[in-house]
């Protein structure tokens, strides 16, 4: 039985992806408490600022797809976590000074997400390169089980550093990480991928991605399925912050504990997902983790406001029971769905492949979080936090009756 540990290059590639999203959940709440907080911002400058760092996904995702097909992934994956790093120091220093702004933050989350759209390409279609086709759903569990435990205990740690040192130096130990997993992933040795995409015109390259997703019968569903999803989920995900902020009136130590509620599901998830999908299937496993979010979601939205220490009790079990459970959907469903995409790709065709997904999936992001944040300033959070529960449920019944329901890893291996 082949094990991952014996191939050395991905253990390299594990440690490297471990250092670079650690910092990632912690930029994530260091950046809304800056906001939040620092900057006087909100729920809109919220949506706003979250959504920046995903529009280069809307203007060059498609394209970069075509270029990751052609350019060295390893290269990529290097250049992009050391500039993301140098580039966080800067808004360390710029929040420091107290020069920065919402529009000049925006800006430089927007080179930020330029530079995270190559990665993000380069580094699932680096996965295949480093090992084989029967490994790829383990392989890419692990990976998720870095991501859940970094969810876990990156928010957490997110919120002691912001209490200790502020948001601006929680960023520059973000940059840190980044820098040390790009150093890192210089060191990783693989053979490099022959290069059968380079020849043609770039949309015509584009093309034949977009028809390999689109056109391919479970791919197209889970494809669709997936943007809706977004969409919903990123309007959650912007509104929840500042719902348990002001709404519920928790302290700012205490988000980063609930937030860790999710990735303790993560990881109780990610460590069943191989299993699940070997006993009920891919399709089957995916259809159940869709319809999971929209319950985790109404027990959060139930909690009540912590005037009290008997309110603030219940609330902190409906918004942790929420979580646990919105983490452990996404730990299921994480690692079969990349298995099964990448398992079903050719190789000259991952960077597109995943490009495509992600550039379209982002682009749900930039509507969805200021849309979000516009709803629940107009509305109120809970208002807002329903509308999202609904697409999330209408989102969870459609993939479940859906053809991609009856998906199989081992029978779509190609």
């Known amino acids: 039985m082949m094990k991952l540990r014996e191939h050395k290059s991905f253990v390299r590639f594990w440690v490297a992806s471990a250092s670079s999203t650690f910092g990632m959940f912690i930029l994530t709440l260091a950046l809304q408490v800056l906001v939040v907080v620092n900057m006087g911002g909100s729920a809109v400058d919220v949506g706003w600022v979250s959504a920046s760092r995903w529009i280069p996904y809307i203007l060059l995702g498609l394209l ?105 130096f929680t960023i520059l130990v973000n940059a840190v990480s980044y820098l040390f997993s790009g150093v890192l992933m210089a060191t990783i040795k693989h053979k490099p991928l022959e290069k059968s995409a380079t020849d043609g015109r770039i949309g015509k390259q584009i093309k034949e991605g977009l028809q390999w997703m689109y056109r391919h019968q479970y791919l197209r569903t889970l ?80 909690s009540p ?45 991952q960077g597109r492949m995943n490009a495509t997904l992600r550039s379209i999936n982002r682009s749900m992001v930039v509507i969805g979080a200021p849309l979000g944040g516009a709803i629940a300033d107009g509305i109120g959070f809970r208002q807002a936090l329903w509308i999202s529960i609904v697409g999330l449920i209408l989102c969870g019944l459609w993939f479940a009756l859906s053809s991609m329901r009856k998906a199989q890893f081992k029978e779509d291996d190609e």
């Open 305 to 349: 406001a912590a005037n009290d220490s008997d309110t603030q009790i219940i609330a902190l079990i409906f918004v942790i029971l929420g979580q646990l459970f919105y983490g452990f959907a996404m730990g299921i469903e994480g690692p079969l769905e990349m298995g099964y995409r990448q398992s079903v790709t050719p190789l000259h065709l």
């Open 64 to 168: 970069a797809g075509v270029l990751i097909d052609r350019f060295h992934r390893k290269t990529v994956l290097v250049v992009t976590n050391i500039g993301r790093g140098m580039l966080l120091v800067m808004i360390c220093l710029l929040a420091v000074t107290e020069v920065i702004n919402i529009g000049w933050l925006m800006i430089m989350l927007i080179l930020f997400g330029v530079m995270s759209l190559f990665n993000d390409a380069a580094y699932q279609s680096f996965v295949p390169q480093l090992v084989p086709r029967p490994l790829l759903i383990r392989a890419n569990a692990r990976l998720e089980q870095v991501s859940a435990v970094a969810e876990t205990s990156g928010p957490a740690i997110a919120g002691g550093l912001v209490s200790w040192i502020g948001a601006p």
């Open 223 to 302: 494809a669709l399925n997936t943007h809706a999803w977004f969409l919903f989920h990123s309007m959650m995900i912007t509104i929840f912050v500042t719902f348990i902020l002001i709404e519920l009136g928790f302290k700012e130590s205490l988000l980063g504990f609930l937030l860790a509620a999710g990735g303790v599901g993560a990881v109780i998830g990610t460590s069943l997902s191989n299993r699940a999908g070997m006993r009920f299937g891919v399709g089957k496993s995916m259809a159940f983790s869709r319809i999971l979010y929209g319950p985790a979601v109404i027990l959060m939205v139930l």
